[in-house]
T-cell receptor
């Protein structure tokens, strides 16, 4: 069965320091992986996605993530945090259904990122 | 941004009343989804649609029904609302499946529902 685990429920960094949000996944086949961001009282926005092309994926707002099959990880990073990065971040894996060929997204529980001045 | 709207954006209702939430898209995407978001549970799929009149259940479908009579509209109905259905509801769309960029989901702004 496919699953996704976000290893930290809360991360706090200082403005200008690196950001690391950790995500591990479980999948019996080559997955598609996504990171979404949700700012307070807002909808969900796609940050980046991995779909079996380059293992280092660049997204919006300076974020990137590296797919590591040997570690079953898809950690999200940013070299320098900005105050506007404070939000909830979700790691997502695409899972094949038990019946048919339809796929659904399996969501992590989220990591809340706080950025301190 | 993908053209997705949800209505209403906020709703307060009483236990036992029917409620219908609407998702409307202008992207002509084949797939549409309804999720609910609750603290400690992340996003959970309620129902999804893979075409007009084609729908399937998600992981938390009890107490909910859906309909899709047109490509652009996907309705979520709570037949008899309960307090446990107080949540934020998100609609999402995607161009297609099963692999690659076509399965990326784009989300609407959400509907906050309070059942008293």
């Amino acid at each position: 069965a496919q699953s996704v685990t976000q290893l930290d429920s809360h991360v706090s960094v200082s403005e200008g320091t690196p950001v690391l949000l950790r995500c591990n996944y479980s999948s019996s086949y080559s997955p598609s992986l996504f990171w979404y961001v949700q700012h307070p009282n807002k909808g969900l926005q796609l940050l980046l996605k991995y779909t079996s092309a380059a293992t280092l994926v660049k997204g919006i707002n300076g974020f990137e993530a590296e797919f590591k099959k040997s570690e079953t990880s898809f950690h999200l990073t940013k070299p320098s945090a900005h105050m506007s990065d404070a939000a909830e971040y979700f790691c997502v894996v695409s899972a094949r259904q038990r019946v048919g060929n339809n796929r659904k997204l399996i969501w992590g529980l989220g990591t809340s990122l706080a950025v301190n001045p | 941004d993908a053209g997705i709207t949800q209505s209403p954006r906020h709703k307060v209702t009483e236990t036992g009343t029917p409620v219908t939430l609407r998702c409307h898209q202008t992207e002509n995407h084949r797939y549409m989804y309804w999720y609910r978001q609750d603290p400690g549970h992340g996003l959970r799929l309620i129902h999804y649609s893979y075409g007009v009149k084609d729908t399937d259940k998600g992981e938390v479908s009890d107490g909910y029904s859906v309909s899709r009579s047109k490509t652009e509209d996907f309705l979520l109905t709570l037949e008899s609302a309960t307090s446990s259905q107080t949540s934020v509801y998100f609609c999402a769309i995607s161009p297609g499946q099963p692999m690659g960029t076509k399965e990326t989901q784009y989300f609407g702004p959400g509907t906050r529902l309070l059942v008293l």
